[in-house]
């Protein structure tokens, strides 16, 4: 596949916007999106080996962690689709060739994810008990298969993103041995490092997740000062274990890179990454008792999502770096057909609707959770105002789309 023949495959119509206006939002709704994942997956399987045990403690966690995992696959996937409309606006060629390669797999990638989400649900269902010790666990292997079925969608998502970047084994993936097979039944080519990476990730996310729990309880006054030290020691555990694994993983995969990309693994971007991550693993030890005793018991997570953005940058800049120097395709020269209306409406509707719905969303979930048990929550008015503002936000939204979509179709 020559680089004329990608050129040709782009979209006739340009881009709306600059290509590295979608560049920047795809790597930050990226890191939020493998963010939400972490806690997903580590919610799930921290519920899943602390859920049969008998001891009270573990069994607090294995049913906040379920709840925390629930939340956490919703968020998943609403923030999964930002990074898909980026990455397929911006390379088109690549990723729609990749998904048509395994269409097949793109398509049961919906049903496993339902199924896994389903799962999870149904384990819940079945144990709305599961913070008492005494009582038996219902239906475990729903949250065992609800896990394996995440890490599968996972999979499938790393399969696309890794065979967009080899274009030159497109043909041999589509017509092996020059017969065409147009069925789209195959995974044709993974990166165990990378995916590792991207999983493994999971234990440092989760521990940090965890400190901020283990703030959000103590702030409260919701538990007690032996539940607060366990969840304490499990956080640091994940934290320093887990970042560990995840870096070897991440060694490993610069290591796999091809040769003509071997400068990458020291550029500024990896460095960067790598000493974010670092940072976020040391930073519990150097608050000390402050974790716990003030605010700052948020600042490891805070400090994980920023050095999330910068793996995100990393995975960014190595696709650029492969497809250019590699392939050469340069991003950058994409046809730009300026649409202002589209840009303004994105970036409003993204900063005001956005903005207001989540802050009202945010702050009642916040003041609720820190309602003592027993008393029934009213919101300020403050809050209140905040929420009638993001109903007339949507509102008029909704009244502009229509008037609009009119002027246009009169025209
Ligand atoms: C719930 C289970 C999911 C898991 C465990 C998961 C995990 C992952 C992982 C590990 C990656 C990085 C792959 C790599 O760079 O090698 C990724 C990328 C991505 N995921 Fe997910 N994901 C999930 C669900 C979703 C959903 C539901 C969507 C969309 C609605 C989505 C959209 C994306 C996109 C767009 C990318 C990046 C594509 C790119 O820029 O190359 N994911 N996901």
Known sequence: MNSAMLYALRDAAGVPSHPIVFLVLGVLTFALHIAAVHVMLGGTALALVNAFSRDAMRRRLAAA?????????SVAVVLGVAPLLFVQVTYDPFWYTSNVLSAWWVVAFIVLLIAGYMALYFFYGRNHDLADA??????????????????????????LTNQMLSPDKWMQWYAPGGVIDPRGHSLHDYNVWRFGFFIALAAPVTGAWLYAYRRYLAAGRQADAAYLQWVGTLAARLLNFGGIVALVFLGAWMASLPAGLSGFSTSPVVLLAVALLLLT????????????????GYAPFALGAVALIAVAALREVLRWSVLKGVHGYDVFTYPLHIDWYSNVLFFTTFALIGGTTLAYFLSIAWKVGHTPQGQVYTPSPAIDRIGTAALWLIGLWLVQFFVVGFIVWAR
């Open 281 to 296: 693993v040391a930073l519990p030890a150097l608050l000390g008792q402050r974790l716990l005793q003030t605010s700052l």
């Open 134 to 159: 005494r009582h038996p666990v219902r239906s475990g292997w729903s949250l065992l298969a609800s896990l394996a079925l995440f890490l599968l969608v996972g999979f499938i998502m790393h399969v």
């Open 65 to 73: 962690m379920t709840t925390t995992a629930k939340i956490a696959v």
